[in-house]
Antibody, heavy 132, light 110 residues
Framework: EVQLVESGGGLIEPGRSLRLSCSAS????????MTWVRQAPGKGLEWLGF??????????EYAASVKGTFTISRDDSKSIAYLQMNSLKTEDTAVYYC???????????????????????WGQGTLVTVSS | QSALTQDASVSGSPGQSITFSCTGT?????????VSWFQQHPGKVPKLLIY???NRPSGVPDRFSGSKSGNTASLTISGLQAEDEADYFC??????????FGGGTKVTVL
């Protein structure tokens, strides 16, 4: 059974840093890209970034809103994905979800070959509250 | 990348069909067939309903169907049931190799 368990959330003061972890089990973690999404209280979903699998270079992409302050990494030997968040602000208060990404192959889109992905399993989320 | 635009709320009676939309741009929905829909009940984790515009994961009832035309994707729920009352979010891959979500549609079963 696929399981994703986030940890590391809690109450933190503005300006501080926090690292979230996402422990995976039930699948070969290293074969899958992973992504992080957050949801502020009573609000919608916000995509934060993703990390490709090592076979695709293990590179990362980020939403413009967090680029430069959030960093996603992975340790395939431990089946853990991380979200490092620096310079936290009150507006970063949210539930943070890690999600497994499924790749369905490569598609030719407007003359460019790209890998097609979708999000499938979501963790239960971890609440981060940024407040003084 | 701006969020996708979704109908704020939609309602219907049990047994009816409802359709709601998700509008993006030529940089996301208009170019890529990588549109997904997620269902979220209050206090619960979002659940994948549709991926790649119109594909259902195993276990998702065929009452749920997706489509796309131009820069707009749509989700149809046929034979609306009480348990379909939830928030629904769309997402799309973008030309920046990122993803973007819609603001969500609240579905109410009358």
């Amino acid at each position: 059974e696929v399981q994703l368990v986030e940890s590391g959330g809690g109450l933190i003061e503005p300006g501080r840093s926090l690292r979230l972890s996402c422990s995976a089990s039930g699948f070969t973690f290293g074969d899958y890209p992973m992504t992080w999404v957050r949801q502020a209280p009573g609000k919608g979903l916000e995509w934060l970034g993703f990390i490709r699998s090592k076979i695709d270079g293990g590179t990362t992409e980020y939403a413009a809103s967090v680029k430069g302050t959030f960093t996603i990494s992975r340790d395939d030997s431990k089946s853990i994905a991380y979200l490092q968040m620096n310079s936290l602000k009150t507006e970063d208060t949210a539930v943070y979800y890690c999600i497994r990404i499924i790749s369905t192959g490569v598609r030719l889109v407007r003359g460019v070959l790209i890998r097609s992905y979708y999000f499938d399993y979501w963790g239960q989320g971890t609440l981060v509250t940024v407040s003084s | 990348q701006s969020a996708l635009t979704q109908d704020a709320s939609v309602s219907g009676s049990p047994g009816q069909s409802i359709t709601f939309s998700c509008t993006g741009t030529s940089s996301d929905i208009g170019t890529y067939n990588f549109v997904s829909w997620f269902q979220q009940h209050p206090g619960k984790v979002p659940k994948l309903l549709i991926y790649h515009v119109n594909n259902r994961p195993s276990g998702v009832p065929d009452r749920f169907s997706g489509s796309k035309s131009g820069n707009t994707a749509s989700l149809t729920i046929s034979g609306l049931q009480a348990e379909d009352e939830a928030d629904y979010f769309c997402s799309s891959y973008t030309s920046s190799s990122t993803w973007v979500f819609g603001g969500g549609t609240k579905v109410t079963v009358l």
